[in-house]
């Protein structure tokens, strides 16, 4: 700890230092990055999560759509270098790699991060020092109600997935619902989304108890709370708001207990990682809301599954989806912009253009968030989950 303290200090003294030498930070880093573009021919773009502990296949996406784009010319007549930085899926180091990303005033642009609740506070890092953020995966309404113009992300929002859960519920005549959900940030506000709009449904609709866990040691708890509500109450379903890898362990506990009843949740269940913990391979009880199918027959996700396949070995992930595009539409962006600088890139990107790519068709609204973002519920079937509606 004492390390990452020391490393945060020389990281943002060194921030300081450089901003005290000019006020305006944002136009000394795109003289450099200029620089880079026309005297190295390279783009230097960050991308931060948490890739040592490997929860999804962001990265792999990110890699994917690199070596296409370079080996297609680059952008601009220039290589693609993909910077990563490591945040570990926590407050204080994603802090630390926000300013250290801000220290290199090559960097023009940002991919990340996965967690909303470092995504937010980095969002206000990276304005002020004059970055394009792009988020992949960071899904809290918030993030994107800042009013920062050079803000974007190219996944569903949590009131929409909320939204179209708390509608399938109703449909389903689950109506007396349960809710569990991680005590950050994101597991509140899903949670609270999805309350809201369930209620708004019907009054036969109801809300019949929510309890909050943490991330460590948490079988005992998950245990402890199904006891309880199998004790308590009578309930149709319920509804789990939490992240990978943790949120995989709730259901063969809520099972082992007695727990029987339906449970859902939007878009954490939808990974490969689901099925390999112990207890969840023949579950077929489990929906998900998810923006992610496999299955479907857009030519462009055809071709990027198939690349990717060839190039890993395994199917992709949503978060390998969304990385490859983000850097994808970011890359065209700059094409058409024909510069590099956020402020011409974020003017095409909130410009009337369909993206029309792997997790497309899209657009971009004022706030940098994705309209007409198709939402499928999907059902556990013999280890994969299958859109159902």
Known sequence: MKKRLLLALVIILAVLASCAKSDNYPYKRFVASERLLKKEHRIKIAASGAWDK???HLMEGIQLAQEEINAAGGVLGANVDIIFVDDENMLFTGNLAAYQIASDQEICAVLGHTYSSISIPNSIIYHFYGLLMFSPASTQPHLTQQGLPYLFRNVFDDNS???????????KGWKRILIYYLNNSFGEG???????NFG?????????????????NTTNDHVQVAKKWLGDYEFDAVFIAGVNPDIHEIVPAFRSMGINQPIIDFGEFDYPLFFQQPGNQDEDNVYTVS???FNTKNPNYTAFREA????YGVEPDMEALHGY???KVLAKAMEIAKS??????????????VWDMGAGPYRFDANGDITDCMLYVKKADKGVFRVIE
């Open 54 to 56: 490997h929860v999804n």
């Open 161 to 171: 997935a909320a939204i179209r859960a708390a509608q399938f519920c109703a449909k």
């Open 190 to 196: 899903a949670a609270n989304a999805f309350e809201l």
């Open 200 to 216: 708004k449904i019907s009054q036969d609709c109801i809300i019949q108890d929510r309890v909050s866990y943490e991330t460590a």
């Open 291 to 293: 923006p992610f199918d």
């Open 308 to 311: 990717y396949r060839a190039k």
């Open 325 to 327: 595009d983000a850097l």
């Open 340 to 353: 590099i600088h956020p402020r011409e890139v974020a003017k095409v990107l909130h410009s009337d253009m």
